[in-house]
Every structure is written in structure tokens, then in C-alpha cells.
């Protein structure tokens, strides 16, 4: 089973920054396999990344995913207020699929 | 417009059965596979397994072979999780969600189903 972690567990920032989460897995993910998901509190999460660069549809293009292997990043380019908010990826390259524990991304 | 509707907060006892359901609309339900996603209290995603409806294909992750079951209904593009005798750790929110075609990712979701049990 391929293990996900992602960096930091909490990062706090201001409307307008930058944002860079990290998800390193245990092992190579097959085909850049993975894909990045937003969990705001009391909701279901939402498809951000596949393919560990491709922007699923309505999703803005501050959102961006890059990396390949066994490390890849979400980049934020600048914060919204309504971008705050939980962030997990999942690798779908091998099964069992698996996710990361989760970045938390604070209002600073 | 794709849909997947969830049934209703459970509130069960230690011991008990549990059948909670995913109704899909707006595609053609026998021919994706539905996830089935747990998220305990103030947790992290778990991916629980799959299923597909159209043969009744079956993946559990290991973490939850045995412990759970997957079904459907095609009749009524309904899909079930069911536990024959739930325990206190399986309190927490079940999401079922549509893995896109040919692939491993979700791209749409129910609102969840909230699941507490307590003696």
C-alpha cells in the first residue's frame, strides 16, 4: 500500500499569498497518478488535480498541481478568502487507492 | 446533471446492522464505479473500496475486507454499505462518491451519511 504524507499539517497564510502543500508518497505512483481534493468543514470534498497536473473543470487556474514520482506539490498562487480550508491528495496509481492525512490551510 | 443523494443520519447501537444508502441520477448508473470514503470525527479521508455496479465488481481495501459490504440496486441506481454488526469505531461520516471512467479519482460526491454508534 502506498503511503501518502502530505506537508505541512497546518499552514497559516494571508488572503493574497502563496500557498505550497506538498504530498510525498512511499513509492513511485504509476503514471503520476494522483489527485488533489479541498474539504471545506460540513462539505463533501471537491476535485481540485488529477493526473497530478490537469485542473478538474470549473476549478480556477490559481490552482495548480505539479510533481511526478514520488513527490508533487499544490500550488495556491493567491489566496482567496474561501480557499481556506482542508487539502488532501490521493494516489490512484495502485490499489488499495490511498490519501494523505491532510493539510489544513489557516487564515493567518 | 450528475447526482449522488445519500440516505439520512444513522443513530445505532454497539451490535447492530446498518444498510445506508447513495442514489445516483443524472448518468448511467450500472456503468461507473462507485468509492465508498469514511471520514471519522475531526479525521482524514479513508478510501474504503469500490464497487460496480454493472457486474458487481468488489474491491475492499484491506483495512476494511470483512469488516463492510457493497452492493446496488441497478433497478433503482441505488448503492449500499452495509455493516452486520457495527461497533463504536464505525461512528463517523460515509461519503460514496463516482469514480470518473477509466480512472481511479472522484470527481463527484454525495453530502455524506452521518453514522453514530453508541450504547
Known amino acids: 500500500e502506498i503511503v501518502l504524507t502530505q506537508s505541512p499539517g497546518t499552514l497559516s497564510l494571508s488572503p493574497g499569498e502563496r500557498a505550497t502543500l506538498s504530498c510525498r508518497a512511499s513509492?513511485?505512483?504509476?503514471?503520476?497518478?494522483l489527485a488533489w481534493y479541498q474539504q471545506k468543514p460540513g462539505q463533501a470534498p471537491r476535485l481540485l488535480i488529477y493526473g497530478a497536473s490537469s485542473r478538474a473543470t470549473g476549478i480556477p487556474d490559481r490552482f495548480s498541481g505539479s510533481g511526478s514520482g514520488t513527490d508533487f506539490t499544490l500550488t495556491i498562487s493567491r489566496l482567496e478568502p474561501e480557499d481556506f480550508a482542508v487539502y488532501y491528495c490521493q494516489q490512484y496509481g495502485s490499489s488499495p487507492r490511498t490519501f494523505g492525512q491532510g493539510t489544513k490551510l489557516e487564515i493567518k | 446533471e450528475v447526482q449522488l443523494v445519500q440516505s439520512g443520519a444513522e443513530l445505532k447501537k454497539p451490535g447492530e446492522s446498518l444498510k445506508i444508502s447513495c442514489k445516483g441520477s443524472g448518468y448511467n448508473f450500472p456503468a461507473y464505479w462507485i468509492v465508498w470514503v469514511r471520514q471519522m470525527p475531526g479525521k482524514g479521508l479513508e478510501w474504503m473500496g469500490i464497487f460496480y455496479p454493472g457486474d458487481s465488481d468488489t474491491r475492499y481495501s484491506p483495512s476494511f475486507q470483512g469488516q463492510v459490504t457493497f452492493s446496488a440496486d441497478k433497478s433503482i441506481s441505488t448503492a449500499y454499505l452495509q455493516w452486520s454488526s457495527l461497533k463504536a469505531s464505525d461512528t463517523a461520516i460515509y461519503y460514496c462518491a463516482r469514480q470518473v471512467a477509466y480512472s481511479g479519482y472522484m470527481a463527484y460526491w454525495g453530502q455524506g451519511t452521518l453514522v453514530t454508534v453508541s450504547s
Open positions: 513509492q513511485s505512483v504509476s503514471s503520476n497518478y
